[in-house]
């Protein structure tokens, strides 16, 4: 938790990743989110990975740091209260509410148009599958836009999903900064809004930043499949002596330098580049003579164990890395543990102990707290009918016992 954003209130209705991490980045940050779900819980409430007791680790760690609404939302009364919880803030609040974000059908009661109604200044956030109207997950965007064609080694033609929900990550960060930039609109002007963004969107305008678009249209190129080849430049994986693999990249000049300075291999390089014809020292001719270059390299590694080869390429500043499981990750890596600030170990009410990761940017101007845990179901409930809607005691009861509402304690 970085307290940058306080008094900053987010209303989320969400499911999966793109929008449930667009909030969990704004309340690790130090906004105000209130996440509302019918009394059941949402579409995602029991996503894998889940524990023994089918408690879902992967619900928990998309809504750290916010606070739980559970409510009947398909009763009038329910939807009402959901209403009122948008549009609250603001005025002579110390709390600027009135920003939504959703992944949910923005339909009727939930839409921009009539939620506006009741506060002109409202700022709402919609996160949908693609412009036409259709659903669509990371996984059927990235089929479509061509990255399992490109997966893989060269002999094999079927597409390769990557296991990343690359598409959905981006666009939750995408959709944060919308909201902030939508914020400080309304702070400069006074004007609300509607954000509109699609995953398909995200995907296409990601494409087209990396050059993939322009490389057909102006190339006519169609990038085929490189295997774990560095496209553009020189970067494969290689195996040590002792049956380890690593990553090895020489993109810039001194990246180039510094692997040949470590393997002792300059002289080779330059017959190498004299017998090609190819001045190796240009990032684009070490792509073309890729495989002449590892099997040089390939040979050098190949006859040393995994921890000379480390201290030499450490020595020598190449850029590398050793290829681990998750599992070694999780172990056996001091990245992931409380050496790294990014990481505190909390107590999940339902799950148990273990490591969580805050926001992995540093403000010098506020402290670095300790990551704050998912809330249950319904946590905050009868908190935010009190202190957020000013509703009474007596109140707060009839919608319990009329089933509107549900709490945890």
Not at 202 to 209: C, F, I, N, S, Y
């Amino acid at each position: 938790m970085q307290a940058i954003l306080s008094g900053m209130r987010v209303i989320e209705g969400s499911a999966f990743i793109a929008a449930p991490m667009c909030g969990m980045t704004l309340a690790q940050l130090g906004a105000e989110v209130i996440r509302f779900d019918h009394i059941t819980g949402g579409i995602d409430y029991k996503r894998w990975p889940v524990t023994k007791d089918n408690e879902s680790i992967y619900w928990a760690d998309l809504n750290k740091g916010k606070k739980s609404f559970a409510v009947d939302l398909k009763s009038p009364e329910g939807q009402q209260l959901i209403t009122e919880l948008i549009i609250s803030g603001g005025d002579e609040s110390p709390v600027a509410g009135g920003i939504f974000s959703t992944n949910l059908p923005a339909k009727g009661w939930m839409s921009y148009e009539s939620l506006r109604v009741h506060r002109p200044d409202l700022i709402q956030l919609t996160i949908v599958g693609d412009r036409h109207g259709g659903t669509a997950l990371d996984y059927t965007i990235n089929a479509k836009v061509g990255y399992p064609s490109m997966t893989g080694h060269a002999d094999d033609d079927r597409p390769i999903n990557h296991v990343l929900p690359a598409w959905d990550n981006i666009a939750a960060y995408q959709a944060a900064l919308s909201l902030l930039a939508a914020d400080r609109h309304r702070m400069l002007t006074g004007e609300g809004q509607k954000i509109e963004m699609t995953l398909a969107d995200t995907a296409l305008a990601t494409m087209g930043h990396l050059g993939f678009i322009g490389d057909r249209m102006i190339n006519g190129n169609e990038r085929p499949r490189y295997g774990n080849d560095l496209y553009g430049a020189f970067g494969r994986d290689f195996k040590t002596s002792d049956g380890m693999r690593l990553m090895v990249i020489a993109l810039s000049g001194n990246q180039w330098r510094g692997l040949l300075n470590a393997t002792g291999l300059k002289d080779a390089m330059e017959n190498l580049s004299a017998t090609l014809g190819l001045d190796l020292n240009k990032e684009g001719n070490r792509f073309t003579a890729r495989d002449d270059i590892a099997d040089v390299v390939g040979a050098w590694i190949a006859e040393r164990a995994y921890t000379e080869v480390a201290a030499t390429f450490n020595e020598h500043r190449v850029c590398w890395g050793k290829y681990q499981t998750v599992t070694e990750l999780i172990d056996k890596d001091i990245d992931v543990s409380e050496d790294n600030p990014i990481f505190s170990t909390i107590e999940q009410p339902n799950i148990g102990e273990y490591l969580v990761p805050g926001q992995p940017m540093h403000f010098s101007a506020v402290t670095r707290e300790k990551p704050v845990a998912a809330p249950r179901l319904g946590q905050h409930t009868e908190q935010i009918l009190a202190d957020v809607l000013g509703k009474s005691s007596a109140e707060i009861g009839r919608l319990h016992d009329e089933k509107i509402v549900a709490s945890q304690s």
